[in-house]
């Protein structure tokens, strides 16, 4: 157990529809980083806050976003979902020049 | 950023020593190694970091040259539960703002 928790663990939703994906990062650590892995695809970076203002951007799509709120759980926003967007989306925290440890992911699947 | 290049696939047998050499020539000052291990459909795990020379832990060892332009992760005599992904990461020290890259990462089958 890694100790980020992200729910849910899966999420089967229709195209055109939003979803909200949850992470609980690790106690104490205020940074949290957000991945998209598609099916045999690597990890794709898709943003990075620390305690509550975003500090690092990747390619993440404009229907995406993202926010960490003041107890420092953070939540990623997918809207008007495509086929496409049917991917594991990773969550991982880590304290300054720490080791990052990623949650079990959440599995979503767009039909 | 600084790039980094690895094999794309490995294959081992159990018992072997297994040598994943990194290449990273864009390596700043500030920047340190780091190795991931992912299994299938699970979040990726730490493995080591290092700056430089040689960093040993309980599951790896990492050895930098004195350049720093490459590493390479050892894994001790492997068992057929290391078969995975390992990702080599360039990760700069200090500061809030960091992008944990990742490549395209070496698959590593371990034979029996």
């Known amino acids: 157990d890694s100790g980020v928790t992200q729910t849910p663990k899966h999420l089967i939703t229709a195209t055109g529809q939003r979803v909200t994906l949850r992470c609980s990062p690790r106690s104490g650590d205020l940074s949290v980083y957000w991945y998209q892995q598609s099916l045999d695809q690597g990890l794709q970076f898709l943003i990075q806050y620390y305690n509550g203002e975003e500090r690092a951007k990747g390619n993440i799509l404009e229907r995406f976003s993202a926010q960490q709120f003041p107890d420092l759980h953070s939540e990623l926003n997918l809207s008007s979902l495509e086929l496409g967007d049917s991917a594991l989306y990773f969550c991982?925290?880590?304290?300054?020049?720490?080791?990052?440890?990623f949650g079990q992911g959440t599995r979503l699947t767009v039909v | 950023l600084a790039k980094t290049t690895q094999p794309i696939s490995m294959d081992s047998y159990e018992g072997q020593e297994v040598n994943i050499t990194c290449s990273h020539n864009?390596?700043?000052?500030?920047?340190?190694i780091t190795w991931y291990q992912q299994f299938p459909s699970q979040g990726p795990r730490f493995i080591i970091q290092?700056?430089?020379t040689k960093v040993t832990n309980e599951v790896a060892s990492l050895f930098i040259p004195a350049d720093r332009k490459s590493s390479t992760l050892s894994l001790p005599r492997v068992s057929l539960s290391d078969t995975a992904v390992y990702y080599c990461?360039?990760?700069?020290?200090?500061?809030?703002?960091?992008?944990?890259?990742f490549g395209s990462g070496t698959q590593l089958t371990v034979l029996p």
């Open positions: 290092g700056y430089k």
């Open positions: 991982a925290s880590d304290e300054v020049n720490t080791e990052a440890f």
């Open positions: 990461l360039v990760v700069p020290l200090g500061g809030s703002a960091r992008q944990l890259t």
């Open positions: 864009n390596i700043a000052t500030n920047d340190y």
